[in-house]
């Protein structure tokens, strides 16, 4: 081949070659900056509230209702997120929608609609791991976008999750199992035949298949951030080890 073809060979390759992704624009990332510290604000504040009522009561029972309202507020608020992996921020849609979603169902349909629950450990178990999760999951976010990152906060983010996850999931799955007794009683969320709709649904049972769907969903989630772990920070181990 002459040097011309192998020019124009060249030119042609890289004329197909793949753009580098380009990040979010100076609005998107102020807004991102500002939604990011407002949450771990949030997050931070509930953090607070649970030591602060641990302290006064000498007691972990009831520590939900402490930090209730805060809890509603900012886990609701994670449903933004939702608007943001659709183009703003490179993330895994059904990974991300499914632990978004699931705190939030927890929260809402199951925690604050079955009282009864809310005095159960598991409750506090499921709190306990999401404050901390999230406190370094929006401080990591955060600092990355003003691209000040410290090793210890992306150490602690693709590190803390090895226990934090299992802990939080075992506390949601605890929690539904607690509330299936009080639903199945009271008919919570049911609706029954005969109706001029010709609808039925069983809230129970429903409970039942979301518990069935962390079988193979949380698993992904999981090995998902071990895969990342390795990504982000093998290189530096393997490096430490050398040295």
């Known amino acids: 081949m002459s040097a011309a073809a192998q020019g124009t060979s060249k030119a042609a390759h890289s004329d197909v070659a793949p753009k580098k992704k380009k990040g979010p624009g100076a609005l998107a990332t102020a807004y991102l900056v500002i939604y990011n ?18 302290l006064a009561r000498g007691s972990y029972h009831g520590l939900y209702y402490s930090i209730e309202k805060p809890l509603k507020f900012f886990q609701t608020g994670a449903l933004l997120e939702l608007a943001l992996i659709s183009g703003i921020v490179p993330s895994s849609v059904v990974l991300t929608g499914f632990q978004v979603m699931s705190r939030v169902f927890l929260t809402w349909a199951v925690t604050h609609s079955v009282r009864e629950v809310q005095n159960e450990d598991s409750v506090l178990l499921f709190v306990a791991a999401w404050t901390v999760t999230e406190i370094i999951r ?37 929690t539904i199992y607690a509330a299936l007794p009080y639903v199945q009683k009271s008919g919570l969320y ?54």
């Open 190 to 243: 049911s609706v029954t035949l005969p109706n001029k709709y010709n609808f039925s649904f069983d809230y129970y049972t429903f409970l039942i298949l979301v518990m069935i769907s962390y079988i193979p969903l949380f698993p992904q989630l999981y090995f998902h951030m071990i895969r990342q772990r390795k990504k982000v920070l093998g290189h530096t181990e393997d490096y430490s080890k050398v040295e």
């Open 138 to 174: 929006y401080s990591f976010y955060t600092f990355s976008l003003l691209n000040h990152l410290p090793y210890l906060i992306k150490w602690a983010r693709y590190t803390f999750f090895i226990v934090l996850y299992p802990m939080g999931v075992s506390g949601e799955l605890l």
């Open 37 to 54: 510290v407002v949450m771990t604000a949030g997050w931070l504040v509930i953090a607070v509230g649970l030591v602060r009522a641990y």
